[in-house]
Each structure stands twice: as C-alpha cells, then as structure tokens.
C-alpha cells in the first residue's frame, strides 16, 4: 500500500512541478512579446526619422561625401 501511494503523491508533485514552470514559461513569453512590440515601435520610429533626413537632405541637394 505505501508503494502505491508514494507513486501517487510523486505524480502529482511532477504535475504540479510542470504547472508553476509553464506559468513561469507564460510570463516569460508575455514579457518577451512586449520588448519585441516595443522594438518594432523604436525601429519604425527610427526608419521615419532617417526618412525624414534622407528628404532634407535631398532637397538640398548635398551629398554625404
């Protein structure tokens, strides 16, 4: 009878092991997708700067030599 329960009680531990370390994983994941939207933002940011720049400079005719 104690084989029978010990085997039990282990499975449920490792049930309950993987449940908080995909929680864990969850967070992890929403973080990482908020530095990645967070990212694009900065990068479009930066690419309708450097558009910005590229059409003043262009109207002024110089070059970057």
Do not use: D, N, Y
Request: aromatic content about 6%; charged content about 15%.
């Amino acid at each position: 009878m104690f084989w029978p329960m010990l085997a039990i009680a282990l499975g449920f531990l490792g049930i309950a092991v993987l449940g908080v370390l995909a929680v864990k994983v969850f967070i992890e994941v929403q973080r990482l997708g908020r530095q990645v939207a967070h990212t694009t933002q900065r990068i479009s940011q930066a690419a309708e700067e450097l558009e910005t720049a590229a059409v003043g400079l262009a109207r002024t005719g110089e070059s970057l030599r």
